[in-house]
């Protein structure tokens, strides 16, 4: 027989071969299950004994498990939830008696101070109880109306002001209600809750001031008797102090119908275009803590300015006697003290004079070792409570930057002088006088930073 072509075979077996698979190999069976034996973390059970594996739970399963294996979630903690830190204070500032009623109610009912002068209290809704009527020489009547505090989820600290209530007033408030929130860069709130004498469409112009100094406020218009304000504050780093919120209607700022309503039926003197304010409390924290702040500051501050002084007087003598001449300051014998407590003043005694000056340890002073110093007092985030004192927190970071600017200059001065150039590190601006009238004019910014700040945190 004669054989075949080379490509029928290959075709013969492309079809035969899938046959002979299938004929010959099978797919394996599933595997049996096999219930493997229990055991305890100890060790083989005994005979007779139910084995039960560890667990957290009385279920038999760990807490996040569930009986067929899959993992679930924790349930998270109510997203509604507000902490609240409460104090309760008096117009002045102080604690409010144990047992004194507040104007917030939670779920349990209406809420008054702890023997403690600050409690706290967690849940998910708050309310603010608004006064009743004002009767003249009786304390606030309580309300029957409930506002609800809808403040942000999360940590707040609200200080309750009591108010001295006044027999003559455009608003009658018993209460003012600060609430901060925990992260200084949230807005607190203000919460006004009273009535007023004042015809609907008046319009009050409120402020939150610190001595003479406005932080903040806005205008209220009156809607009826009943007045609620829930004012969104700035954000800020708040310090603790005695505010004043100022309530105030204008007559120039009233239309002819209510200034006309106003002073025949409600308060005479605004026919002679007077206006009509009323002066309420507010407290952030209380006067024991407001008065160890402002110690914290005004140490922070006399360190921070003993710094600049000394430092501009060390070199100011190391100046002079790298010149061939003796500072005046040397006769004041309480400049002096204080340069000799200064690190540095070992080493600018040995900086030398003439020709012998120690250019080498200069550099090292006005290029490193000074700044280092200057650069702990001169870092904005430094300052302890800046919104206390924005005055000062501002300029003190202006007086590290121009007493740099000075000892480049002073530097300049004696390089000129001892027949160098100006070192590199030295050009620090673009002068307008001459090294030694810009040195002058520099020293006297210096007084005149040094003198606003002292001037600022005294007060």
């Not at 209406?110 to 309310?127: A, D, L, R």
């Not at 112009?205 to 209220?220: C, P, T």
């Amino acid at each position: 027989m004669r054989s075949l072509p080379i490509d029928r075979w290959l075709w013969l077996s492309i079809l035969v071969l899938p046959l002979v698979i299938w004929l010959y190999f099978e797919p394996p069976g599933a595997p049996t299950e096999i219930e493997p034996e229990t055991t305890s973390s100890s060790g083989p059970s005994e005979p007779g004994t139910d084995s039960i594996p560890a667990t957290d739970t009385d279920n038999g399963q760990p807490p996040d498990v569930e009986g067929n294996g899959a993992v679930t979630s924790v349930e998270p903690p109510d997203s509604r939830r507000r902490v609240l830190k409460i104090r309760a204070l008096s117009k002045d500032g102080e604690w409010m008696p144990a047992g004194t009623a507040l104007p917030i109610e939670n779920a349990a009912g209406p809420m008054s101070s702890g023997p403690e002068p600050q409690f706290q209290t967690s849940g998910t809704e708050y309310f603010i109880r608004k006064p009743g009527p004002f009767v003249p020489g009786l304390p606030p009547a309580a309300g029957g109306i409930l506002q609800p505090l809808d403040l942000e989820p999360g940590n707040w600290t609200l200080d309750c002001t009591f108010q001295q209530p006044a027999a003559t007033a455009p608003v009658q408030i018993p209460w003012l209600i600060l609430a901060r929130p925990e992260d200084p860069q949230k807005s607190a709130r203000l919460i006004v809750a009273g009535q007023t004498p004042l015809p609907p469409g008046s319009r009050l112009l409120v402020q939150i001031l610190d001595r003479d100094r406005v932080l903040d406020g806005g205008i209220m218009t009156i809607s009826g008797p009943e007045i609620w304000w829930d004012r969104e504050m700035v954000p800020r780093e708040w310090f603790a102090t005695l505010l004043t919120v100022r309530f105030q209607w204008r007559s120039s700022a009233a239309s002819e119908v209510i200034r006309q309503r106003v002073q025949q039926q409600i308060w005479p003197p605004a026919s002679r275009g007077e206006d009509w304010t009323w002066d309420g409390r507010c407290g952030v924290d209380d006067q024991q803590e407001a008065q160890r702040q402002a110690d914290e500051i005004h140490s922070w501050f006399s360190q921070a300015l003993n710094e600049v002084e000394t430092s501009r007087d060390l070199l100011l003598v190391a100046g002079a006697k790298a010149r061939g001449k003796r500072a005046g300051l040397l006769k004041d014998d309480d400049r002096v003290d204080r340069m000799l407590d200064h690190p540095l003043a070992p080493t600018i005694d040995r900086l030398g004079r003439g020709r012998n000056f120690d250019f080498a340890r200069w550099r090292q002073l006005v290029d490193i070792d000074f700044p280092e110093r200057w650069q702990v007092w001169g870092d904005s985030e430094a300052i302890p409570w800046p919104d206390r004192n924005p005055g000062a927190a501002k300029n003190i970071v202006l007086l590290f930057k121009t007493l740099d600017k000075y000892s480049r200059l002073e530097s300049t001065v004696v390089y000129e002088k001892l027949g160098k150039p100006r070192h590199v590190h030295d050009f620090v601006a673009d002068f307008d006088w001459e090294p030694v009238t810009e040195r002058t004019q520099t020293l006297s910014k210096i007084r005149n930073f040094i003198a606003s700040i002292r001037e600022s945190i005294e007060r």
